[in-house]
């Protein structure tokens, strides 16, 4: 594992070496980029080789994820930056959280394939593949409601926030994709989480997700929005009618459902008057 991470970053060492060459007026930025992973490298070869006690590891590894996740804080603060494109940024961004979602209907197939050729098909297991598909575009439809590319244009610093905000967001896509590999383990009878706890393995991915795109909706355009506020509340909302429902003894079928219209209310409220909202918000950030 550690080798297949170093291989990568150690090709990034060397574009960041050719910048450093290639670029004077940035050559110290390029540099401080090139330094950061260096070291964190060095340490992840020592954790591999060195018979290390386990909680050394537990220790050195956060460690070492903090020096890499600390590089582009300190050079694009504190040392000049880069001259970084904020539309190409904006979609690579976005091509990342595709990706992300991708693995989610890969998950969805997979776990469901496995369900289909332990009990064959069912209303339920129908039921995972709509809730998989549901959800994927769903998210994807809310990640990409506000462009982010000509606020981050018009307001760079802005982008460290929204940057170091994606992890959440990846994470929390992943995170549902594991849901619902719960939920199938449910249907199938192997997991003894019950329907209450696949519920929630599903619906706190999804309302974290939903909490850091409202927020992160409201840094980039730095003001408040009531009518965003309200359709995030009806996010809230349905999610928590899931949960309900999964503890009153609900089927898993209808709890997930009720998760895959949650982000259903904020397409519908962005669609109808939302994107009204957002047009004024978006001319007020980048005048």
Same mark, same amino acid.
């Given at each position: ?24 007026? *940035? ?21 591999? #080789? ?37 539309? *190409? ?22 776990? %469901? ?30 990640? #990409? ?9 018009? *307001? ?24 619902? *590999? ?38 980039? %355009? ?9 359709? #995030? ?55």
């Amino acid at each position: 594992m550690v080798a297949g991470y170093v291989v990568m970053r150690i090709a990034l060492v060397v574009q960041w070496c050719r910048v450093a060459v290639q670029d004077p007026a *940035h050559r110290r930025a390029a540099a401080s980029y090139a330094g950061f992973v260096t070291v964190a490298q060095i340490g992840w070869v020592i954790i591999a #080789f060195a018979d290390l006690p386990l909680a050394a590891v537990v220790l050195v590894g956060p460690l070492l994820f903090l020096i890499e996740l600390a590089a582009p804080y300190v050079v694009e603060t504190r040392l000049g930056g880069t001259p970084w494109h904020p539309h *190409h940024i904006a979609e690579r961004y976005g091509l990342l959280t595709i990706i992300a979602l991708g693995e989610v209907l890969f998950g969805t197939v997979a776990s %469901v394939t496995a369900l289909v050729s332990a009990q064959g098909w069912s209303v339920e297991a129908v039921i995972v593949v709509v809730a998989g598909i549901g959800l994927v575009f769903g998210l994807w439809w809310t990640y #990409f409601i506000l462009p982010a590319g000509p606020i981050l244009a018009r *307001h760079r610093r802005r982008a460290v926030v929204w940057g170091y905000s994606h992890i959440v967001i990846f994470a929390t896509i992943a995170a549902t994709g594991a849901g619902l *590999h719960v939920a199938a383990f449910v249907i199938e009878g192997t997991a003894e989480i019950g329907t209450l706890g696949a519920t929630l393995a599903v619906a706190i991915p999804v309302l974290v997700f939903s909490i850091v795109l409202f927020l992160l909706y409201t840094y980039l %355009v730095h003001q408040g929005d009531p009518f965003h506020l309200f359709l #995030f509340a009806g996010t809230v909302l349905v999610l928590a009618a899931a949960v309900i429902v999964a503890a009153a003894g609900g089927s898993i079928g209808t709890c997930l459902i009720l998760i895959t219209l949650s982000p259903a209310v904020v397409v519908v409220g962005f669609e109808t008057i939302g994107h009204r909202h957002e047009a004024v918000a978006l001319a007020r950030a980048t005048e």
